[in-house]
């Protein structure tokens, strides 16, 4: 299910990065980034954002378009609220998206969302409401997954997708992969460093158990050759023998 949605999301993306460079007018860029944040399906934003052709609307009566695409990429019905003087008025298929990328925002600090927090958040006025929302907005489009709690008054979180990172977290996270890649340099390392000791201690090992099998040998012979010796004499009475070649 994740991996359709993903691939979804990887088509719909293509789709409008492809219109973006066939268009070369303002306004209808600015027509498509408005089609973009309606759009039902659509919860990434930041590579439609990076698009040269996007840039266009830079100085232009419609830069602010590219205001309210970076709004829906990173952040929330409450960011807009704090700058709707500057940002043009939203359309309702717009405020309801914002409003489930506000929902995906709490759950990637919290899973347990209390209802109090997330009516303030999603300037909603009642309970029957905001579970509505979560359920028909939220839960039946596949973005978030979790148990709905009357008792506790709260949302569990059991799946949220992500939403697209920041430059500043994309930063952190190039940074944290650095620091895990140094160390596990450092680690394997030392691990080939085991190895080794442990090979040189093994070749220590056999030679040192190659001189005790030789020695073994040694003593073996020793003992043979004294048993040779044994029996070319013999005692009889106390008395000993020995064979002479009286012959000359």
């Not at 347990?112 to 909603?124: A, N, R, S, T």
């Not at 996270?173 to 080939?192: E, K, P, V």
């Amino acid at each position: 299910m994740a991996m359709d949605a993903e691939r979804r999301q990887a088509e719909l993306i293509g789709q409008f990065s492809a219109q973006a460079a066939a268009l070369s007018s303002a306004p209808q860029l600015a027509a498509l980034v408005l089609e973009a944040t309606s759009h039902p399906a659509l919860f990434a934003f930041s590579e439609l954002l990076a698009l040269p052709a996007l840039s266009k609307l830079a100085g232009t009566q419609y830069a602010s378009s590219l205001d309210v695409l970076r709004l829906f990429a990173y952040g929330t019905l409450k960011d807009y609220k704090s700058n709707s003087g500057s940002l043009p008025a939203l359309l309702p298929d717009q405020v309801r998206k914002l409003k489930q990328l506000s929902v995906l925002t709490l759950a990637e600090s919290t899973k347990i969302l209390p209802y109090d927090q997330l009516m303030q958040e999603l300037d909603v006025s009642n309970v029957r409401e905001l579970e509505d929302f979560l359920i028909n907005e939220c839960m039946y489009s596949g973005i978030v997954r979790g148990k709905l709690d009357q008792l506790r008054r709260c949302f569990e979180v059991q799946f949220a997708a992500g939403r697209d990172l920041t430059p500043d977290q994309l930063n952190n996270m190039i940074d944290t992969l650095s620091d895990w890649l140094g160390t596990s340099d450092n680690l394997l390392h030392q691990i080939q460093e085991k190895i080794k000791w442990a090979d040189t201690m093994s070749e220590v090992n056999k030679k040192h158990q190659k001189e005790f099998e030789d020695r073994v040998e040694e003593a073996k012979k020793s003992i043979k050759k004294l048993n040779n010796l044994s029996r070319q004499t013999s005692t009889y009475g106390g008395m000993t023998t020995f064979s002479l070649n009286l012959e000359e």
